[in-house]
């Protein structure tokens, strides 16, 4: 809940800790998000400004979700620079989910470069466990 | 940001210990010779929202990162050379039967002022607002654009 007399603070951009090396130059960030759920579903709002939806990848593999987005924007060859207090960058984070979803009923809406993931639950995952049996 | 420059070095290619070096030499003259610096403009940021201010031969461009606002929460304001960036972003409050696990966007009001090296044409300037980035075009005010004499000889 947003309290309206509040002021925002100034954060830094979190650079993304990956421990694969990028293959391809500039720097990665980590999106803020807000994870929420109900009985339904699991919500997953991530700030990327900056990006248009075409440039948005949501893949979901297993238990691993994984956001990306490239941003649009970029400053002008012939533009000096006289104060720059942030990086443009891409945007990636991935989530590992403990839920069964719905995969064939996510929903992604992108709006001013808020991205907002809805993930339907099945039911919730069943925790693998292996008898072990004994002569 | 010269210890954000020092964090980014494990994603740039391999460790080579003389060439990081020599990047580390540039990266510390670059920022010191930086324009801003040499403008004294160099001001410390922590204020939200962060801003990258540029300039060419007509125009002060000043983009920044307000993801989700609509326009009427945005409110941006110049007189002669100062510039206010104001609003409010509101995060949208969710049902009270969710349970959350992370929130780390933020909301509340904001108010950014900044001071241009010239004046600008308060009349003409534009200002744009797309997936979440704010940019301000700002056509620098006729008695501050560079003038070519003729010489006669």
Redesign the interface.
């Known amino acids: 809940?947003?309290?309206?007399?509040?002021?925002?603070?100034?954060?830094?951009k979190q650079?993304m800790k990956s421990n694969a090396?990028?293959t391809t130059p500039g720097?990665?960030f980590s999106p803020?998000?807000?994870?929420?759920?109900?009985?339904h579903a699991l919500?997953i709002?991530a700030?990327?400004?900056?990006?248009?939806s075409d440039n948005v990848s949501i893949d979901l593999q297993e238990d691993v979700l994984t956001l990306s987005g490239v941003?649009?924007?970029s400053?002008p060859d012939?533009?000096?620079?006289?104060?720059?207090?942030?990086e443009?960058g891409k945007f990636f984070r991935h989530f590992t989910l403990s839920e069964v979803i719905d995969q064939a009923n996510i929903k992604a809406h992108l709006?001013?470069?808020?991205l907002r993931v809805t993930l339907p639950k099945i039911g919730p995952a069943k925790p693998r466990k292996i008898q072990i049996t004994e002569n | 940001m010269l210890i954000r420059r020092v964090k980014a070095w494990p994603y740039e290619q391999s460790w080579n210990g003389f060439s990081e070096l020599d990047r580390l030499r540039r990266d510390l003259s670059e920022l010191l010779q930086s324009p801003a610096r040499q403008a004294g403009l160099d001001m410390p940021a922590g204020v939200f929202p962060f801003l990258h201010v540029t300039q060419d031969h007509e125009n002060f461009y000043i983009r920044s990162e307000i993801p989700g606002m609509t326009l009427d929460q945005l409110d941006v304001s110049v007189t002669g050379r100062h510039v206010t960036i104001s609003g409010e972003r509101n995060i949208v409050s969710e049902d009270q039967k969710v349970r959350y696990h992370r929130r780390e966007r933020e909301g509340g009001k904001f108010r950014r002022q900044f001071n241009l090296p010239t004046d600008v044409d308060c009349d003409k300037v534009e200002a744009k607002y797309r997936h979440g980035v704010l940019m301000v075009i700002l056509p620098k005010a006729e008695s501050a654009k560079p003038r070519k004499i003729s010489i006669n000889g």
């Open positions: 809940m947003a309290q309206a007399t509040q002021d925002i603070q100034a954060r830094d650079e090396e990028q720097r990665v803020l998000v807000d994870i929420f759920e109900d009985d919500t709002v700030d990327m400004p900056g990006v248009p941003p649009s924007l400053i012939n533009e000096e620079t006289i104060v720059q207090e942030f443009i709006n001013h470069g808020v």
